[in-house]
């Protein structure tokens, strides 16, 4: 076997796991159904970011100091767009490590899938698996680096603007925002609590909220309605953005990267000559097959005088 055909070997069984799917060549290890572990990691990474992030203060406070921040001479029923963009920006903040975390992961999950199967297709040649697991070691290093270089900037950019085509943010901002004026309402009539789980968040205190005008109460719960309905789109968009560069990026490492870091290991000829045999291995060999040739025909020898 020469190293390019051990290279075609890995390569062929890298696609087989991590981008077709198969796993007909480790049908007892699901560690090495590489498709259905990144189906996993992503549905981890949708759960750990669909939740607002818990801002620590009391109902409505922060958009209260925001808008606060953020007013101007304009009319009561305008929300400021910054106010809105600071709020989402506090958000993105709060889980913009979760996303780099799980590519981290990814890449390492990669590496060892790469090592395991680069060291059973050249399990004949030990003599050069520590070249070829370095070659894949500096190339998962490369990728990992560029991988958390575009996630970072995946995730940054839903601080830069407020947009999306998709009718469900007005679906779920409609529903909610009808609460708006019975929650001043409560607010104004001393009411301690506000059951609005309906309308997606728990049992809220009131007491806090008193000494602020009804117009910036309005403008508040507003925000916070219109962020919440706005997160679940973010949420999708990121997750969604992650799935496409990581079926991306597997398939350019398997169908185009491998192949050409491995080139470089063997480029001079001298993995080749490593896996050449040496005079006194090539004669070893020789006389075992001599051997081997010997002890067939003594059997054969031997069955013909018993018959």
């Known amino acids: 076997m020469t190293f390019t055909n051990i290279i075609c070997s890995a390569n ?4 087989k796991v991590l981008v077709r799917g198969e796993s007909s060549d480790f049908l007892d290890d699901q560690f090495m159904h590489g ?17 607002p992030p818990e801002d620590g203060t009391e109902f409505l406070m922060n958009e209260i100091k925001i808008l606060e921040k953020c007013k101007g001479v304009t009319l009561p029923n305008f929300a400021p767009r910054r106010a809105f ?23 390492d999950y990669i590496q060892v899938v790469l090592t395991s199967v680069v060291t059973e297709c050249s ?23 560029q991988s958390v270089n575009r996630v970072t900037e995946i995730v940054q950019m839903e601080k830069m603007t407020d947009y999306t085509c998709s009718p469900e943010y007005m679906t779920v901002y409609t529903q ?29 205190g009131l007491a806090h909220l008193r000494k602020y005008d009804s117009n910036l109460l309005r403008q508040a719960f507003d925000m916070k309605v219109r962020v919440d309905a706005y997160w679940t789109i973010v949420v999708r968009r990121i997750v969604d953005n992650l799935a496409m560069y990581l079926q991306f990026s597997v398939n350019n490492l398997v169908n185009s990267e491998f192949q050409k870091e491995m080139v470089k290991v063997g480029g001079g000829g001298e993995v080749e000559r490593m896996m050449e045999e040496s005079p006194l291995v090539a004669s070893k060999r ?12 003594s059997k054969e020898a031997v069955a013909a005088i018993v018959e």
């Open 35 to 51: 498709t259905a572990r990144f189906a996993d990691m992503l549905s981890k990474l949708a759960r750990d970011l669909q939740a």
């Open 286 to 297: 020789k006389k075992l097959k001599n051997s081997i040739k010997l002890l067939k025909e």
């Open 123 to 145: 399990e004949n040649f030990p003599q050069i698996q520590s070249s070829i697991k370095r070659a894949g070691r500096s190339l998962i290093s490369k990728m990992k680096e």
């Open 176 to 204: 909610k925002i009808v609460a708006q004026e019975s929650f001043v309402a409560a607010v104004r009539n001393n009411s301690s609590t506000y059951p609005i789980n309906a309308y997606g968040f728990v049992n809220v």
């Open 85 to 107: 963009l600071a709020i989402l920006s506090r958000y993105v903040d709060a889980v913009h490590a979760k996303p780099v975390v799980f590519i981290k992961e990814v890449c």
């Open 12 to 15: 062929e069984c890298l696609t």
